[in-house]
């Protein structure tokens, strides 16, 4: 009788993707390093427990079949793309108003750090097709789907909160500098900004091009 759980090779794969994924520069990653260098410590793990939050949500989509769903719907997608796109613009809008702001703006709250990081990771066209397109690659059709993705989905998080927790500890080792130069707060704020934007734009342009 086979094993409902992926094999060895099966998870060292997965686990050589996720790295991948997780350590490469993307909205996640910006969101993380940028709350780091701007407020330290403390509200870099909360950008980081937010975006975590926002993956368990998709590994959650995986294992309902929700993933499946989406992945045959390419209106359901385009949507997850624009979407993301859109808030992406906001956040970096809002970042440079910020930035630009003549007195120092009052420090965001933890609540509100980890509810921009879960709808950031939410609508993460990067993570969206990880799990949409990618992760269903792992996964035996002949055995229990469920036990599947969990092990893998906690595969992912395990590398994830690592990867995170690195340009966490990082970006707020630098942080202090930051903070106490109004020039520096001033321009790493609106290089954050003008990152979001350009992320965001990138993920319209994608979601435009022709299947």
């Known amino acids: 009788m086979m094993s409902p759980m992926p094999g060895l090779t099966t998870l060292l794969l997965f686990g050589l993707a996720t790295f991948i994924l997780t350590i490469s520069p993307g909205p996640g ?10 407020q330290g410590r403390r509200a870099g793990f909360a950008s980081m427990f937010g975006i975590e939050a926002g993956e368990v949500v998709w590994i959650a989509a995986a294992a309902t079949g929700v993933a499946a769903i989406l992945s045959a719907s390419v209106s359901a997608l385009t949507f997850l793309r624009f979407a993301g796109a859109a808030y992406l613009i906001f956040l970096g809008i809002q970042r440079w108003r910020e930035a630009g702001a003549a007195d120092t703006p009052e420090p965001a709250g933890s609540g509100r750090i980890f509810a921009q990081g ?4 939410l609508l993460n066209p990067k993570v969206a097709v990880f799990f949409v397109a990618f992760l269903p690659q792992f996964l035996n059709p002949a055995q229990p789907l469920g036990p599947q993705v969990a092990v893998l989905g ?9 990867v995170d927790a690195s340009y966490v500890m990082g970006a707020a080792a630098l942080s202090k500098r930051f903070v106490e130069s109004a020039v520096a707060r001033r321009r790493t704020g609106r290089i954050a900004a003008a990152s979001y934007v350009a992320l965001g734009l990138a993920a319209a342009a994608t979601g435009l091009r022709k299947p």
């Not at 990653?29 to 701007?38: E, G, I, K, N, Q």
């Not at 906690?154 to 690592?162: E, K, L, P, R, S």
Request: charged share 5%; no cysteine.
């Open 29 to 38: 990653v910006l969101y993380v390093t940028a709350r780091s260098l701007a």
């Open 118 to 121: 879960f709808v950031t990771q």
């Open 154 to 162: 906690a595969v992912y998080i395990g590398i994830a909160i690592a």
